[in-house]
């Protein structure tokens, strides 16, 4: 599986942006996936998660009620709308595909090269 992330910008506090990572291959409806970020000087976090079938998600508590991650088996893509940014959200996102539907980046097999989003005051 190759994942391809973009969708992120520069945005003031308050906007909103949608991230997709498109991927490539035959397991993808069958991968759970995940967004993870990491700002400079700071370790990898998680964000979201949602299940190969998209009946089931889960989110990191500094996101829950702002972001929410989606999924389009047809497309081979999976998205994060995120609303109300905060300068806190500045980090490089990271999309992640894998067989366990977990908030452990190490529980993931395949990950994107990245998307820097960037919130300003």
């Known amino acids: 599986v190759q994942l391809q992330a973009s969708g992120g910008g520069e945005v003031r506090a308050g906007d909103s942006l949608r991230l997709s990572c498109a991927a490539s291959g035959r397991t993808f409806s069958s991968n759970d996936m995940g967004w993870f970020r990491q700002a400079p000087g700071k370790e990898r976090e998680f964000v979201a998660a949602?299940?190969?079938?998209?009946?089931?998600?889960r989110y990191a508590d500094s996101v829950k009620g702002r972001f929410t991650i989606s999924r389009d088996n047809a497309k081979n893509t999976v998205y994060l709308q995120m609303n109300s940014l905060k300068r806190e959200d500045t980090a490089v996102y990271y999309c992640?595909?894998?067989?366990?539907?977990?908030?452990?980046?190490?529980?993931?097999?395949?990950w994107g090269q990245g998307t820097q989003v960037t919130v300003s005051s």
């Open positions: 949602i299940s190969w079938g998209g009946g089931s998600t």
């Open positions: 992640a595909a894998g067989w366990a539907f977990s908030d452990s980046g190490k529980q993931y097999d395949y």
